[in-house]
């Protein structure tokens, strides 16, 4: 079982929708990161939570410690969006990033 | 561009050849860390450097896998004798101790 799992694996959405994607963990962390990658390889960071909530624009990422689990939400998605979102977390006994095998969206016009 | 830099963006070679790839991290920047991406899976961490000290390497680093940091600013990663299972997406990342990470664009390599 991979310590970071993320659900959907695959995620195709209409233009407009809001879309949530899903990350569970199993190890004790410090910090959770949400990436967003599109193709030709390049990791942009979208957020890093270490409790609660985060919004930036149309994205928002929550966290709940307790129940090791993150969402990362989009509202009034736009093909702009498509690409592969990553969640990554730090160890509390580490500094290394341990990633999810993230979750492909793809947003139709 | 104040961003992580990388460089090669993509490198093909013949197998059993060395390459060897550079990381220009945020030039405030103490931590780098190296990570390995294959095709369609999350980024594999490989070894990560406060400063000038490897700290931690992973068990995927084998020893044809070596990777420095001289002087505390950029890092170079080598890979010697490459062989096809080494073809992938070689990300590095840099922070602040413990802050946000932030991403190259990644050298993709192909060995053929």
Known sequence: KNEVEQSPQNLT??????????????????????????????????????????????????????????????????????????????ETSGSRLTFGEGTQLTVNP | DTGVSQDPRHKITKRGQNVTFRCDPISEHNRLYWYRQTLGQ?????????????LEKSRLLSDRFSAERP????????????????????????????????FGQGTRLTVV
């Not at chain 1, 190890?27 to 990791?43: F, Y």
């Not at chain 1, 966290?63 to 969402?71: A, G, P, Y």
């Open chain 1, 13 to 90: 959405a209409q233009e407009g929708e809001f879309i949530t994607i899903n990350c569970s963990y199993s190890v004790g962390i410090s910090a959770l990161h949400w990436l967003q990658q599109h193709p030709g390889g390049g990791i942009v960071s979208l957020f890093m939570l270490s409790s609660g909530k985060k919004k930036h624009g149309r994205l928002i990422a929550t966290i709940n410690i307790q129940e090791k689990h993150s969402s990362l939400h989009i509202t009034a998605s736009h093909p702009r969006d498509s690409a592969v979102y990553i969640c990554a977390v730090r």
């Open chain 2, 42 to 54: 999350g980024p594999e961490f490989l070894t990560y450097f406060q400063n000038e000290a490897q």
């Open chain 2, 71 to 102: 002087k505390g600013s950029f890092s170079t990663l080598e890979i010697q004798r490459t062989e096809q299972g080494d073809s992938a997406m070689y990300l590095c990342a840099s922070s602040l101790s413990v802050g946000e990470a932030f």
